[in-house]
Structures are given as structure tokens and as C-alpha cells.
């Protein structure tokens, strides 16, 4: 079993839709929570930080973690086309851990005009 | 412009060349790493280094060899690779190594032939 599972996608959505993103893990031990964006031959992009439980809000974007569940998500409101990418989760235990990042394999999003 | 730059943007290499992938971050960050990218797997860390000293070093074959001259630039060195090796390899950056935000560098497309 991977640490972090996520959807590959294809994940399809008309222009203006939600777009709904979700990673489960089973390290308990994980308390860092981050989303990148990589557009296709670019690197990867943070776009959201969170730390434990709880809803993080930036723009069109909304972070949420459950943590009891071991599941996170990324909600973009209003998609647009520049929206489509692949979208990274990631996380990483307690800082003196180091930076140990755990990714997920990546779901890929197309905003459809 | 992320911050992290990475040259070339792409090498195509065979089997027995020896070539170097070069990392700068403009961000005063005190942490830099290299990460592995390969098609359908998430992203693989390789190398850690804090204050230009190596703390990680996850099990990867001696043909990479990283070396990090100071705080801001980081470089892997290739000989003898495989063409399994073609990937992506992405360099990042965190102001800390105890700091799990990270920021990448656009990465090089590595080809093996």
C-alpha cells in the first residue's frame, strides 16, 4: 500500500465548475499538508500549506485536512482553463523529522472552456 | 520565475557521458534538495543538504553524486547512468531543513540513450 494515494484523473470539469481534489494517507504521523500545481514541463508550485486539522482559504482555492479520517482535499471554485494542471499532494511529519515530503502521485485536471 | 533556477532545462546523455545538473535558489534559503520525477511515480526525494552539509541520502545509486559549493547552489553530477534514469529531477529549497515548505525549480528532462 502506497503512504499517499491519490486519483491520477484525469479529473474533466466545464469552465466555472468546483474542481474536488483528495489524497488519503496512512501515516498517523503526518501533520504538514501541502497542494502543488505543476503545469505540464514547469516544476511544481505551492499552492497551499496547512498544518493539522482544519480549512485553509486562499482565493479560489480551499484547503481542507481531517486528519481523524487521514484524508485531505483542494477545492478550486470558478475553475478556469489556466486551472488545468496536475495537482500534487504532499506531506511531511513533525519538523524535526526534517523535510521529509511524501507526495502523491499527482491528479491531472482539465478545465474544459 | 520561481526563485529555485535550473540549468540546462534539458539533457539528453548516453550511458557513458558525464554531465552535471546545476541548482541556484535566489530565496536565502539555508536547505536544498534534489528530487527524482519519473512517469505514473510520485516524486522521489534523492539528496538533502542543510548549511551545505548532506543530511539525507535515500538509497541512491553512487552514479548520482550531488555537491553543494554553498547555500545557494546545488549541483548533481551523472556518470554511468541508465536510460531508467531519464526522468525529470527537480531541485528545491526551504528556508530550513527542519521546514517542510518547499519551493522547486522548473527541473531538468534528463534522457538516457
Known amino acids: 500500500q502506497k503512504e499517499v494515494e491519490q486519483d491520477p484523473g484525469p479529473l474533466s470539469v466545464p469552465e466555472g465548475a468546483i474542481v474536488s481534489l483528495n489524497c488519503t494517507y496512512s501515516n498517523s504521523a503526518f501533520q504538514y499538508f501541502m497542494w502543488y500545481r505543476q503545469y505540464s514541463r514547469k516544476g511544481p508550485e505551492l499552492l497551499m500549506y496547512?498544518?493539522?486539522?482544519g480549512n485553509k482559504e486562499d482565493g479560489r482555492f480551499t484547503a481542507q485536512v481531517d486528519k481523524s479520517s487521514k484524508y485531505i482535499s483542494l477545492f478550486i471554485r470558478d475553475s478556469q482553463p489556466s486551472d488545468s494542471a496536475t495537482y500534487l499532494c504532499a506531506m511531511s511529519a513533525a519538523k524535526a523529522a526534517g523535510n521529509k515530503l511524501t507526495f502523491g502521485g499527482g491528479t491531472r485536471v482539465l478545465v474544459k472552456p | 520565475e520561481t526563485g529555485v533556477t535550473q540549468t540546462p532545462r534539458h539533457l539528453v546523455m548516453g550511458m557513458t557521458n558525464k554531465k552535471s545538473l546545476k541548482c541556484e535558489q535566489h530565496l536565502g534559503h539555508n536547505a536544498m534538495y534534489w528530487y527524482k520525477q519519473s512517469a505514473k511515480k510520485p516524486l522521489e526525494l534523492m539528496f538533502v543538504?542543510?548549511?551545505?552539509?548532506?543530511?539525507e541520502n535515500n538509497s541512491v545509486p553512487s552514479r548520482f553524486s550531488p555537491e553543494c559549493p554553498n547555500s545557494s547552489h546545488l549541483f548533481l553530477h551523472l556518470h554511468t547512468l541508465q536510460p531508467e534514469d531519464s526522468a525529470l529531477y527537480l531541485c528545491?529549497?526551504?528556508?530550513?531543513?527542519?521546514?517542510?515548505?518547499?519551493?522547486f525549480g522548473q527541473g531538468t528532462r534528463l534522457t538516457v540513450v
Open positions: 543538504y542543510s548549511l551545505e552539509e548532506r543530511v
Open positions: 528545491a529549497s526551504s528556508q530550513d531543513f527542519q521546514d517542510a515548505e518547499a519551493f
Open positions: 496547512t498544518y493539522s486539522s
